[in-house]
């Protein structure tokens, strides 16, 4: 997945602006809720969009992808390298973003943080050096997992109630789901990449969030009780 340009604004400036990699922009939060990322976003909506019978699996898919990653990212499998196309995307990107910051008002804003973005020289710099081997800090699949882990909890009384509709009546959930989602969140929390590509009071109040949402999981009655 290439980089989104950032739309400036409603908190986005929460995390730190470095890019560890070119498939995890670390611009695309605007806040530490949930969902207040593209990542979670993106989610809900396919989930919003996918049959009823499917999205068990979506989230099981969500889980499971995380705690592969993590599996290569502990044996130091995590250096990727961007495709022709995912460069092609990348040029074609920029002045979508900068239009789009324009758009709101926040073009000057969104500059200043990207500088590379402000001119086709500087750009072209960018570009160069994100077609190099990065490190996978895990963003993605980490915003996926808590987005799905909230949506789990919703179905089971606990985070939105309107986001728990989107799933089969609770009884008919695996204890095995629930406990996948919370070894996949434990995971996130001990993947120091990601720790460090936010500012550390944000990360401190994500990370609480994200244990008590792992607590809730193994909490949560298998069917047979």
């Known amino acids: 997945m290439i980089p ?18 070119c498939y995890n922009f670390a611009m695309g939060a ?18 919003k969009r ?3 019978a499917k999205r068990l699996e979506m989230l099981a898919d969500a889980f ?22 995912d460069i092609a995307e990348l040029r074609a990107s920029r002045e979508a973003a900068i239009a789009a910051n324009r758009a709101n008002g926040m073009e000057d804003k969104f500059l200043e943080m990207l500088p590379e973005y402000a001119s086709e020289a500087a750009f072209e710099a960018h570009v160069a050096e994100m077609s190099g081997p990065m490190v996978d800090d895990g963003s993605h699949q980490a915003q ?14 606990g985070g939105d ?12 959930h695996s204890g095995a789901l629930a406990g996948s989602a919370a070894r996949a969140l434990q995971a996130v929390l001990e993947n120091h990449l990601f720790a460090e590509s936010w500012q550390p009071s944000s990360w401190r109040t994500l990370a609480e969030t994200i244990r008590q949402l792992a607590l809730t999981l193994e909490s949560l009655p298998t069917p047979s009780t």
């Open 144 to 157: 996926t997992v808590v987005a799905a882990a909230w949506v789990l909890v919703s179905a089971h009384g």
């Open 50 to 52: 996918a049959p009823m």
């Open 4 to 21: 989104r340009g950032m739309l400036w604004g409603g908190g986005g400036a929460e995390r730190t602006g470095t890019c560890t990699c």
């Open 30 to 47: 605007w806040g530490i809720g949930p969902l207040e990322n593209d990542s979670a976003a993106d989610f809900v909506g396919d989930l």
């Open 161 to 172: 109630r309107s986001l728990g509709k989107l799933l089969p009546a609770a009884d008919q």
């Open 64 to 85: 499971t992808a995380y705690l592969a990653f993590d599996a290569g990212l502990r044996a130091g499998r995590n250096v990727v390298k961007a495709s022709a196309q």
